[in-house]
């Protein structure tokens, strides 16, 4: 468990090494945000289906996407990261959380070169995971800065956590005492996105991993049960965060159950390749 502050920016830090179970996955856009500090081979991404991969060596920070966005692994992996909140981005960075949604942009893009090199240098001579992450909490707690409007987010936030998304946004707007254009505005900044739309990938992100695909699945009942209009809503909804029809979605996460059963990875990434 992170520290204090740091506890209520980010939900984790972890140590990852080995080879990959593919060579690409997806990722479905979950409702929060991503630091890496790549200490192997470059890795490359896709932010979108419109946009072309990028080559990632030192890294990346991926604020809360919009969309699915591909992840490809070199042959061995070795890596440190970081697992944020929503909002948790915000006070380590130098631009809107707006400018990089969908954008996913290198760790020196963030903080510039000398210091993720040095950083990168020292991960790299640590004596093991525990002292890597331990140096990762270090280097976060030092960048640490005030950000204005974090509280506002971070607890209009924590109300879309608590219902799952399901929640009028206007309400939101109401118990802050704010309006919803300054409520968005906000959300923007620090987030990247507005807060129907982080409302929409908590209920979707929710919804889906309460699904366990080695069972028979009715979406009928799915839809209803996390408060979606019609089914028809819901696959429209599916399809426009994951690429992928439900049923098709359901065959993918069953090849990775097959033929990686028990990984880690398993729950959320998809097999692209």
């Known amino acids: 468990m992170p520290r204090p502050p740091l506890d209520g920016l980010i939900d984790d830090l972890y140590y990852l090494e080995g080879a990959p179970p593919y060579a690409r996955l997806t990722?479905?856009?979950?409702?929060?945000?991503?630091?890496?500090?790549?200490?192997g081979s470059p890795f490359r991404i896709r932010g979108g289906t419109d946009i072309e991969s990028a080559e990632y060596a030192d890294g990346c920070v991926v604020t809360t996407p919009t969309r699915a966005w591909d992840f490809g692994y070199p042959p061995r992996t070795r890596s440190v990261g970081v697992h944020v909140k929503p909002w948790g981005l915000a006070p380590f960075l130098p631009m809107p959380a707006a400018e990089l949604c969908d954008r996913p942009v290198t760790v020196e893009q963030v903080w510039g070169r000398p210091a993720i090199a040095e950083l990168r240098d020292r991960l790299g001579t640590a004596d093991g995971p525990h002292e890597m992450l331990t140096?990762?909490?270090?280097?976060?707690?030092?960048?640490?800065?005030?950000?204005?409007?974090?509280?506002?987010?971070?607890h209009m936030s924590s109300v879309i956590v608590a219902t799952s998304g399901v929640v009028a946004i206007g309400d939101l707007s109401v118990a802050a005492g704010v309006s919803n254009t300054h409520l968005a505005q906000r959300f923007k900044e620090l987030i990247g996105v507005t807060p129907k739309?982080?409302?929409?990938?908590?209920?979707?992100?929710?919804?889906?991993?309460?699904?366990?695909?080695?069972?028979?699945?009715?979406?009928?009942?799915?839809?209803?049960?996390?408060?979606?209009?019609?089914q028809a809503h819901f696959g429209h909804e599916f399809r426009e965060f994951t690429g992928l029809t439900p049923t098709r979605y359901i065959e993918v996460r069953r090849r990775f159950l097959r033929e990686h059963p028990g990984h880690t990875l398993d729950g959320w990434p998809l097999p692209a390749d």
């Open 197 to 230: 739309r982080l409302a929409r990938a908590h209920r979707f992100a929710a919804t889906v991993l309460a699904i366990n695909p080695a069972e028979a699945v009715d979406w009928s009942d799915v839809a209803v049960g996390a408060g979606y209009f019609d």
């Open 27 to 39: 990722l479905p856009p979950a409702p929060s945000a991503l630091l890496i500090v790549n200490l």
């Open 135 to 154: 140096l990762l909490e270090e280097e976060l707690m030092r960048r640490l800065r005030q950000t204005a409007g974090l509280g506002l987010v971070r």
